[in-house]
């Protein structure tokens, strides 16, 4: 794990995604070049970004939506990786800070393919 935002989805106890985010609420430019004018480089922080959770449809299959929780955390330690099984916020060695939490997917407006990857066996 790197620092900044990452986020887990578990299915009761078991993680079935991890991964780091460490960009993706900043947006970074550069002025407009000119032979005349500085390269002016251009950090914002994002109010609000979209990021994409892969998670092998295998491990869906079947899964209870009440069962599955959804975690974004920041992460301000550094470390190869996630150690075992526990959730990220239970690594005192990250420093995690949760950021959003979604438990219970059951009621959720899910795309219609998660729905039906979810109700099969």
Request: a negative charge; proline letters at 7%.
């Amino acid at each position: 794990m790197t620092p900044g935002l990452a986020h887990e989805l578990r299915i009761g106890d078991r993680r079935v995604a991890l991964d780091a985010l460490p960009d993706v609420a900043v947006s970074r430019s550069f002025s407009e070049f000119d032979a005349d004018a500085p390269r002016e480089h251009h950090i914002r922080e994002l109010d609000s970004f979209d990021f994409v959770v892969r998670v092998p449809t295998g491990e869906l299959h079947g899964a209870d939506p009440a069962t599955l929780t959804f975690s974004l955390v920041c992460v301000t330690g550094h470390r190869g990786g996630a150690s075992g099984l526990a959730r990220l916020e239970d690594d005192p060695e990250l420093g995690v800070t949760p950021m959003a939490t979604l438990a219970d997917v059951s009621a959720a407006d899910l795309p219609t393919s998660l729905r039906r990857i979810l109700e099969s066996d």
